[in-house]
């Protein structure tokens, strides 16, 4: 089949890491016998560069026409640090996500065995974790009224969900913890905030509606604990869009390294895929990134596209590299690979698929490892 994929490096470590995903999904054309066609676009840090706006019309309009879009990372210090920068790359992203309309974010988080050592946290408590963050990603206070005085003393950003906008992604949740440990923990701030009242009530209605999966609340401080003493109780985790941005964060330390988590942003008519890191620009161009986060959003985009084995294909070849520590300095500091390396290691391995035909002792000298 012919696919077209919108790429958008984006910025930092973004173009290194993206250029690692493509190789895998080369493999898997090659391997399955499908064509990508990928058609490039700015956004960010380097749009404005080069245009003045963190998301250009072709941009968008590239994005609109393609079967899946793969993003990189987003964000620059020289913004971070100007709060009053009127233009910000950061703005590129969230302008995407509202106008393509990709209202439900999945963030899985795994505790890979062979990275169990890695994580701060001890091995009894987080062997056997697998949760599914299901994230809104279009609404709440994100998206909602905001502005500074003209003064400059006071600021105000506002939160609002409708109805709505709380049931689409709950469906989605609902039917996601069916195949799955049929669990889905809501998490929001109902002892204080009107909109996470709103959550509770739609939310607990359309339960009825799953009577095979159980629905249990927690309030977010709550849960922000309860995700590192006790990870496993979780098997999706439904949230608003602030909280679950910062859950995904603390949950990543779970698998060991943020450089690990991908994740897919759905709407009705189109998905981008990308991990949830940021664009990391002390180390961009320095070919030490790890590409397992943009490399495993790639098998999410081609699951998404009803292409189940490929996308099993290149979740083996990261299992494959986690095995063997083909894994880049942060979770291999005493041997560490290139984000290159890792990217070839895993293009190689989908090709090839069979264990027999790999050189294992030539991965170690940096060589091909195919035989
Ligand atoms: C994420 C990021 C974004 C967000 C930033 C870059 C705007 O942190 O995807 O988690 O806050 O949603
Ligand atoms: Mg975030």
């Known amino acids: 089949m012919k696919y077209t994929i919108a790429v958008i490096p984006g910025d930092g470590i973004g173009p290194e890491v993206v250029e690692q995903a493509k190789k895998a999904l080369n493999a898997v054309a090659l391997q399955y016998d499908h064509i990508f066609m990928y058609k490039e676009a700015l956004m960010g840090a380097c749009a404005i560069d080069a245009t003045g706006n963190p998301l250009p019309d072709e941009t968008l309009d590239i994005c609109k026409k393609s079967d899946a879009i793969l993003f990189g990372s987003i964000g620059h210090p020289k913004y971070d640090n100007d709060p009053s920068a009127k233009v910000r790359p950061e703005q590129g992203l969230l302008k995407l996500r509202k106008e393509l309309g990709l209202f ?25 974790t697998d949760i599914s963050i299901y994230r809104e990603l279009t609404g709440g206070i994100y998206f909602g009224m905001k502005e500074l005085s003209e003064d400059g003393k006071t600021a105000f950003d506002s939160c609002t969900y409708s109805i709505e906008e709380i049931e689409r992604i709950t469906h989605l949740a609902f039917k996601a913890a069916q195949n799955r440990k049929k669990k889905v923990t809501l998490v929001d701030k109902a002892n204080v905030l009107e909109t996470s009242r709103l959550w509770r009530k739609v939310v607990g209605e359309i339960a009825a509606q799953y009577p095979d999966v159980n629905l249990d609340y927690l309030f977010v401080d ?20 602030l909280f679950g941005d910062i859950l995904s964060d603390e949950a990543s330390v779970i698998g060991g390294s943020i450089g690990l988590l991908a994740s897919s942003s759905i709407g009705a008519e189109n998905a981008l895929f990308e991990p949830i890191h940021g664009s990391f620009p002390q180390v961009a161009g ?12 790639a098998a999410m985009l ?10 099993a294909s290149i979740e083996r070849a990261v299992q494959k590299s986690l095995d063997l520590e083909i894994t880049t300095k ?11 390396k890792v990217g070839d290691f895993i293009a190689d391995y989908i090709e090839h698929q069979d264990d027999s035909n790999m050189n294992f002792q030539n991965i170690h000298i940096g060589q091909s490892t195919i035989i």
Not at 104 to 128: H, Q, T
Not at 286 to 297: E, H, R, W
Not at 302 to 311: P, S, V
Not at 330 to 338: A, G, L, R, Y
């Open 286 to 297: 320095q070919d030490i990134a790890n590409p397992l986060a943009s490399i495993l959003s």
């Open 104 to 128: 439900c974010n999945v963030r899985p988080v795994k505790a890979y065995d062979k990275l169990i050592s890695k994580s701060p946290l001890k091995k009894e408590i987080i062997e056997g």
């Open 302 to 311: 081609l699951e998404h596209l009803g292409l189940k084995e490929e996308a």
């Open 222 to 241: 709550n849960a922000s604990m309860q995700l590192i003493l006790n990870p496993t109780q979780f098997d999706v985790i439904l949230t608003d869009n």
């Open 330 to 340: 942060d979770i291999n500091p005493s041997n560490p690979f290139s984000t290159s």
